[in-house]
């Protein structure tokens, strides 16, 4: 399988203005300004350090049919062997840089990174990882059906897992790898088939080998090379998807950790949210956990049991980053005030939503207004040094309770977005707890919203209706 890559691939109690009288009072930890606004959120040290064991989610979600229990990669919840995957937030903060600058890269875009790639050969060194998401679900593959853990990023078109008799190589996983012979339901995919063109009009490339064959290969050179294939695809007992297109990966490189592979939630022909639209409607929710030591849920179709109170924004198409999910930010507020930042801050540029990315990226402008608002907020904490991407650190080891600042995301169409306070800041351990958000190198690089701020949040992809929606209290 050598050969050339195609494509790659709350101090609640009273808030007080000396300009405005403001009336405000304290509720569930929360504290309000005028006309409604959380001001601050009073939370305790404690629950913004992960705990030891897992609290598995019971929200009403976990019962939905269709549903996945998402499980951070790195934590108690995970399954995965920790010894060969340890924690390191040092890691995945440059795992989270590499990314970004992959998603950034102007030679980023479909068409140019297949022609780009298509001449150039297998790198025998597997670099740092894409840092392709931290979070996992569990799915089922073949009859009988095999349990594997993948990664789930809807910056991904392909589904992909490693598959024996591994021709080329595969890495150290920790479900056994997914034998084809031995599922009655494995089929290779035709090269006259539209799957197998739509495979190389997409995001991974093909080539003809008697059957279809994938080539992707991520910013960072990981690689997945093998058989298109279709399988039954097990998501629970009463949700199985039969010829479910993926790829199964005969040469695998790069660190993946040790996931079995990546379900690709991107807006693609190849994703799953494509092939399963005429029962899933290209709808999809997910909600990722507070902390590492809870667990979420990825839901498809819109299910009876979904929120009922979801604000929804437009999804837009970014032309240099089409397989993400474009949305547009207008602007952001600490405890209720607007940041005095120019409105063409936000508007000139683009924004993304990425399931993958760990930190927001903002405008320099738009991250510089937001620290030194936050800064002021916090004067009266102990400050701690910077620490990788992070500028704005504290030392809560010796409080009990801590008072941060609300900060409210406002999506165009009147979306506004108060994150969970495990949202804002970025906890290693309690003496190193930083701001969680990180500025471009440019006001005019693409905006990237990320997974720690949607923690909690029902994040809805109602990708027909070309719309973004977020719910708060998805899960814990
Ligand atoms: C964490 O990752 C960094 C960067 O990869 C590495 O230099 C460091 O040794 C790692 N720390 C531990 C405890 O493994
Ligand atoms: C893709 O990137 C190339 C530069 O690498 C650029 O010339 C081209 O215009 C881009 N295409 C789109 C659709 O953005
Ligand atoms: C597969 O996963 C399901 C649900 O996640 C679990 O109940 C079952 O025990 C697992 N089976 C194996 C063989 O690991
Ligand atoms: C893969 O796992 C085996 C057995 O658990 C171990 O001996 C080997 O060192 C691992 N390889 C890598 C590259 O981590
Ligand atoms: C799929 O193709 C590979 C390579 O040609 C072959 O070894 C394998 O037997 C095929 N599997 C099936 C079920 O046709
Ligand atoms: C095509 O398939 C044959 C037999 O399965 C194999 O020997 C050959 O190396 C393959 N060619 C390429 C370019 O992968
Ligand atoms: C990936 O490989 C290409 C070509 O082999 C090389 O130019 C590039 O620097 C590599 N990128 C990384 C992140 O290793
Ligand atoms: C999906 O494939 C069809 C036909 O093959 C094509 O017309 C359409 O543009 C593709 N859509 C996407 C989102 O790739
Ligand atoms: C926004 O774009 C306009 C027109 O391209 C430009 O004149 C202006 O300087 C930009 N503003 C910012 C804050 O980048
Ligand atoms: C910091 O503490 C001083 C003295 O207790 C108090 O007057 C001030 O309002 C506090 N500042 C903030 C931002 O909470």
């Known amino acids: 399988m050598e050969g050339s890559f195609f494509c790659v691939f709350k101090r609640a109690l009273l808030f007080l203005s000396l300009q405005v009288l403001m009336i405000c009072f304290m509720h569930q930890g929360y504290s309000y300004g005028v006309e409604g606004k959380i001001t601050s959120h009073t939370v305790s040290v404690s629950s913004l350090l992960p705990s030891p064991s897992c609290s598995p989610s019971t929200t009403k979600a976990s019962n939905r049919k269709s549903t996945l229990e998402v499980i951070h990669k790195h934590g108690p919840c995970s399954q995965l062997v920790q010894d060969q995957n340890p924690l390191n937030h040092t890691k995945i903060l440059l795992q989270d ?197 809870f667990t979420g849920h990825l839901t498809f179709g819109k299910d009876s049991t979904a929120p009922s109170s979801v604000s929804f924004t437009p999804l837009s198409t970014v032309p240099q980053s089409s397989q993400f999910y474009g949305i547009s930010i207008v602007g952001i507020r600490v405890e209720g005030k607007p940041l005095s930042i120019p409105s063409t801050v936000f508007s000139n540029g683009s924004a993304i939503i990425d399931s993958g990315t760990v930190i927001t990226r903002l405008p320099p402008t738009a991250y510089s207004a937001l620290r030194t608002t936050v800064r002021k907020a916090m004067a009266n904490y102990t400050t701690a040094p910077a620490v990788s991407l992070f500028d704005t650190c504290y030392d809560f080891s010796k409080e009990s309770t801590v008072v941060i600042p609300s900060i409210t995301f406002s999506f165009a169409e009147g979306v506004n977005i108060d994150l969970d306070p495990t949202g804002i800041f970025y906890v290693e351990d309690a003496s190193h707890v930083c701001l969680a958000f990180a500025a471009n190198g440019a006001d005019s690089d693409l905006v990237i919203y990320g997974n720690t701020q949607q923690r909690t949040f029902e994040v809805v992809y109602d990708v027909a209706g070309r719309k973004l929606g977020f719910s708060p209290n998805g899960c814990s």
């Open 97 to 293: 840089e590499s990314r970004v600058k992959w998603i950034q890269s102007k030679s980023f875009n479909s068409s140019d990174s297949l022609k780009s790639l298509a001449v150039a050969s297998l790198p025998a060194k597997s670099g740092i990882t894409i840092g392709t998401g931290n979070y996992l679900v569990n799915v089922g593959l073949g009859t009988p059906k095999k349990n594997l853990t993948l990664i789930f990023d809807t910056g991904s078109s392909l589904t992909w897992t490693q598959c024996q008799p591994c021709v080329g190589s595969c890495y150290n996983q920790s479900d056994p790898i997914f034998n084809p012979s031995q599922s009655s339901s494995y089929s290779n995919v035709s090269c006259a088939s539209t799957a197998c063109s739509q495979l190389s009009s997409g995001h991974g490339g093909s080539r003809c080998n008697g059957t279809c064959q994938y080539s992707i290969r991520y910013g960072d050179n990981s690689s997945s090379t093998g058989f298109f294939a279709t399988e039954k695809l097990t998501i629970s007992p009463t949700e199985v998807i039969d010829n479910f297109k993926f790829g199964c990966g005969e040469n695998n490189q790069g660190l993946f950790g040790t996931a079995a592979g990546l379900i690709g939630l991107s807006d693609n022909n190849i994703s799953i949210v494509e092939q399963t639209a005429a029962t899933y409607g290209k709808y999809f929710s997910y909600c990722l956990p507070s902390s590492t030591s």
